[in-house]
Structure formats: structure tokens, C-alpha cells
Nanobody
Framework: QVQLVESGGGLVQAGGSLRLSCAAS????????MGWFRQAPGKERKFVAA????????RYADSVKGRFTISRDNAKNTVYLQMNSLNPEDTAVYYC?????????????????WGQGAQVTVSS
């Protein structure tokens, strides 16, 4: 069982940066693939990024590639999402998620554990 708590959301102007953090409970954090999804009002939840248990492999949605960076610190049981060059289309609730199986999955249904979400609002 893994419990996830996001932090670091907020309001930022277009072109600005934010870093989201996700603190995980449990002694087996380092064995989980971690990911970030986002959900804008009235839209479905979409994949943003994922990282392997070691941090050696990452995967990004095309819409954030080159602007967002996912990383993890297994010693701190924490995964991060550094978001640069933000634009209003990035406005959404961002969810941290984890899966116990191999593979940087794109579908939300492949992830078993979810945080409560962090609001990110980008003003124009």
C-alpha cells in the first residue's frame, strides 16, 4: 500500500515555473514506477510524465516534452515534477500516481495509487 501527498501547486504567470512534489509513504517506494497525470475542468485525466523505479528511464507527453522534468529521490520517498515555460493550457489539477508493475504506462487505469491532487493555475 502506498499513500501519496502532493504539494507545490499554485498560481503562476505564463512563462513561469513551478515544482510539484509528491511524498510517498511505505518502505517499498523505490520499487514503484511513479507518474504524474493532470485533469483540466470538464476534461479527462491525461498522462504527463512517468519515471522508472531507478530514475533511469522517463517518459513524457508530447505537450510537455522539453518543458517538464520528472525526477525522484528514493532516499526521501519523493517524486518531483519541475514545470518550466508554463502556459495557460497547463492549468489543471495535477495528480501523483504509482504502479507496482514494470513499464512507464500511459493509461490512468494502469496506476493503482493516487494522491489527492494539486491545483496548478497559469494566468495569461
Amino acid at each position: 500500500q502506498v499513500q501519496l501527498v502532493e504539494s507545490g501547486g499554485g498560481l503562476v504567470q505564463a512563462g513561469g515555473s513551478l515544482r510539484l512534489s509528491c511524498a510517498a509513504s511505505g518502505r517499498t517506494f523505490s520499487t514503484y514506477v511513479m507518474g504524474w497525470f493532470r485533469q483540466a475542468p470538464g476534461k479527462e485525466r491525461k498522462f504527463v510524465a512517468a519515471i522508472s523505479w531507478s530514475g533511469g528511464s522517463t517518459r513524457y507527453a508530447d505537450s510537455v516534452k522539453g518543458r517538464f522534468t520528472i525526477s525522484r529521490d528514493n532516499a526521501k520517498n519523493t517524486v518531483y515534477l519541475q514545470m518550466n515555460s508554463l502556459n495557460p493550457e497547463d492549468t489543471a489539477v495535477y495528480y501523483c500516481t504509482a504502479r507496482a508493475h514494470y513499464g512507464l504506462a500511459l493509461s490512468a487505469s494502469e496506476y493503482a495509487y493516487w494522491g489527492q491532487g494539486a491545483q496548478v493555475t497559469v494566468s495569461s
